[in-house]
């Protein structure tokens, strides 16, 4: 899987003349600064998106189900080689070095509450969540904080070949016994329930267009909770017919090359209808990569 580094950077003393006895020997952690807001769908390479990150402060080991002991936003980039960010607002580390702070992060930005982010559910949410980085003012942190994604993605792509008949429209795509990722646990970034979809997830954002001979993405990403075998989701796909009324291909199963549907994984799935059939091959881009296939009459 691939992972994003977001490093964690702190040096310099702050002291002031008006806040002596406050500020004096307080290390800050600083990181760069910036606000963006992409709670919603996939965070890809390249891209920014804004992270809960929260500390807790110990002179033993963390307790996660116990309110943190501050809570700041970072934005960050995802990419493969670590960059500095900022934590807004700016923290500092415990006066005594007894005492450790613990960091990690997440996305989207929610409250932790018991050792339990909890999510929207509708699978439109990159939920990532990063490992624990720890230091104090005498040892101060210089491991990365790496988020990780915890769904699988997948976007389908619809395309007709010289068989089939013009004027075929794509209408809607629902995937069958997929669920979204509900709850998660701190630390370990368990997915503990989700959301399930009894009369199937539509994808949503599809616009009714005509299926050409190029592939075109039909409606947007969706991020779903993993399976170790893809054969448990399945599409039902309706499409508008050249001479009125829709048909409805039910239940489509398709393969993957890891059969299954991975954790920080995209999946392109790709429908090409045919005269008599529909093919679909899935092909896995970054997130990360692999291919699949599947014939379906």
């Not at 500020?23 to 891209?47: M, Q, Y």
């Not at 075998?229 to 508008?240: E, K, R, S």
Request: charged share 20%; aromatic share 8%.
């Amino acid at each position: 899987m691939r992972k994003f580094l977001f490093p964690l950077m702190a040096f310099a003393i702050i002291t002031g003349c008006n806040e002596k006895n406050t500020s004096e020997n307080r290390i800050p952690i600083l990181l760069n600064s910036g606000v963006t807001d992409l709670t919603k769908a996939p965070v890809e390479n390249n891209s920014s998106a804004t992270v809960r990150v929260e500390g807790w402060e110990s002179n033993a080991a963390a307790d996660y189900t116990a309110a943190s002991t501050w809570q700041s936003s970072a934005v960050v980039k995802a990419q493969d080689t670590p960059a500095a960010i900022t934590l807004d607002p700016v923290q500092y580390y415990h006066a005594s070095s007894d005492y450790d702070t613990y960091i990690m992060g997440w996305h989207p930005v929610v409250d932790a509450v018991g050792g339990v982010l909890a999510f929207n559910g509708d699978a439109t949410e990159d939920i990532m969540v990063s490992n624990v980085v720890s230091g104090n003012k005498d040892e101060q942190i210089g491991d990365a904080l790496v988020f990780r994604h915890l769904t699988s993605q997948l976007r389908f792509l619809v395309k007709r070949d010289a068989t089939a008949d013009g004027g075929l429209v794509i209408k809607s795509i629902v995937l069958k016994g997929a669920t979204a990722p509900l709850t998660v646990g701190i630390p370990d970034g368990n997915i503990i329930s989700s959301q399930s979809f009894p009369a199937g997830l539509n994808v949503p954002g599809i616009a009714e267009a005509e299926i050409v001979a190029d592939a075109r993405q039909a409606g947007d990403a969706v991020l779903i909770t993993p399976v170790e075998n893809n054969t448990a989701v399945t599409l039902d796909i309706t499409v508008g017919l050249p001479e009125g009324g829709d048909y409805v291909y039910e239940n489509i199963a398709f393969t993957t090359a890891d059969g299954a549907l991975s954790a920080g994984t995209a999946y392109d799935i790709t429908m090409t209808f045919k005269q008599k059939e529909i093919v679909l091959t899935a092909n896995i881009v970054p997130w990360n990569e692999s291919d699949g296939s599947v014939d379906i009459y």
